[in-house]
């Protein structure tokens, strides 16, 4: 979502306490590559475009593939799909927050049909790892967007 809510809730390109930025690379251990974000509540992760993300159930790249997209890619827990405790949901359950109109420029890098929710309770995707790939194309309607304006577009 589009909301900072301290101790709560991140915003995408956003990095607080709560969540970090993960470069390009692999990952044989989650807890190494989201520290900040398991240590409080693994929720949510953002994929930024051009960029490939996979998650496995296990560590050393193992087990079950979790999550496997290529941004822009935005996956939620899917254990908050119907909740509307948090203030920014405004009564609403969460998958209905999810599926709003965003702030610019979060609306155009992440349009609702980028946004999803995980297929088991992501709590459990910290005992598994993850590899991070860059270079994919990315959608032509963020070539609006200034930050993706000046990169090349294979």
Known sequence: ??????GTASVP???DTMSEYVGVGRYPDNNLAFPNAIKNSFDSV???AGTR????SERDFKGKVLWDRVGP????NVQWKDQS????????PY??????????PLQTIFPPEVREFSASDMHQWNTGSLVIQ?????PKRLDEVEEYSVLENP
């Open 134 to 138: 860059g270079g994919q194309a990315f």
């Open 13 to 15: 390109y956003v990095e």
């Open 1 to 6: 979502h589009d909301t900072f809510v301290p």
């Open 95 to 104: 998958s209905e927050k999810l599926s709003e109109k965003w702030k610019e």
């Open 46 to 48: 953002a994929v930024d």
């Open 73 to 76: 890619a935005i996956v939620v």
């Open 53 to 56: 993300v996979t998650i496995y």
């Open 85 to 92: 405790c948090w203030s920014f949901c405004g009564g609403k």
